[in-house]
């Protein structure tokens, strides 16, 4: 389905199924919600599960004039939640920066939210708060992306002969494929512009989504990988302490991609924080 968002943006929904309450899947960036059915179907049985996709990713396109800003990506977190569960008790799992969309959603309306899981979300302190992040090599890594491919599956072979996606669980790999390419004339292009994910990343540090956290009265549970110095794993206990009602789970042997490389454990995760 599709639902309106701000900036006549329409955001594209997808329904994975399930039995029970309602569960929202939001994806990293330069991903799309498909990347996380793995996990949807891990937890039939208890969730009806949904995912969006995100202004400029999957299927949601971004306006032409649309300048990157990330409070747009908390509007599209807000209409996806809304339209997953217009009642009230939704369970959210945000990855990076779906995390910070749903967080953003939940400040926005308190009693959308029974539980939040996050995964590292891109929350950061501004300079003036004395943390200092140095511009991530990700950044011209996704300007410096290959953009297509002449089919599907030679885009499969590419990625999974080289890290981080050669780590990948092979579903969650064919699903970045399958839906997050289109046919073109040369063959298959990604849907995600490689300049729109470099400028979001870009621009992952100057939203205002830790000035919010005091605010946020949802249960948060913040989950982080293996902690470096200046990533969203190093960052992700202080926003937890921010966070009026929040748990903090680590797991060392996990890294910034663990819900592609292990979407069963994601789907226990979620099923504990809830239960």
Same mark, same amino acid.
Request: net charge negative; aromatic share 4%; glycine share 4%.
């Given at each position: 389905m599709r639902v309106?968002?701000?900036d006549h943006v329409s955001v594209s929904i997808q329904e994975f199924g399930g039995r029970g309450r309602p569960l929202l899947l939001a994806h990293a960036t330069g991903f799309h919600g498909y990347c996380y059915l793995p996990i949807a179907d891990a937890l039939t049985d208890q969730f009806t599960a949904y995912a969006l996709d995100y202004r400029g990713h999957g299927d949601t396109a971004r306006p032409n004039d649309w300048q990157v800003n990330w409070a747009g990506y908390g509007d599209d977190s807000l209409a996806a939640a809304r339209a997953a569960a217009p009642d009230g008790g939704l369970v959210g799992f945000g990855h990076s920066m779906g995390a910070t969309g749903l967080l953003m959603a939940a400040h926005r309306d308190p009693e959308l939210f029974d539980v939040i899981v996050a995964f590292e979300p891109i929350v950061f302190p501004a300079p003036a708060d004395g943390f200092? +992040?140095?511009p991530p090599p990700i950044i011209e890594g996704a300007r410096r992306r290959r953009s297509s491919f002449s089919s599907f599956s030679e885009a499969i072979t590419n990625y999974s002969s080289k890290p981080p996606m050669m780590s990948f669980d092979p579903e969650v790999l064919r699903l970045y494929v399958g839906h997050g390419f289109r046919p073109s004339p040369d063959g298959v292009r990604l849907k995600c512009d490689p300049e729109h994910e470099a400028r979001t990343f870009e621009m992952g540090g100057l939203?205002?989504?830790?000035?919010?956290?005091?605010?946020?009265?949802? +249960?948060?549970?913040?989950?982080?990988?293996?902690?470096d110095e200046t990533g969203p794993a190093f960052i992700a206990k202080r926003v937890a302490d921010r966070l009026p009602n929040s748990t903090y789970v680590e797991n060392p042997e996990w890294d910034h991609f663990a819900p592609f490389v292990d979407p069963a454990a994601m789907a226990t995760l979620i099923a504990e924080a809830v239960s």
């Open positions: 309106p968002s701000s200092h +992040r140095d939203h205002s989504c830790w000035d919010l956290l005091p605010e946020i009265t949802a +249960r948060v549970v913040i989950v982080a990988g293996a902690t």
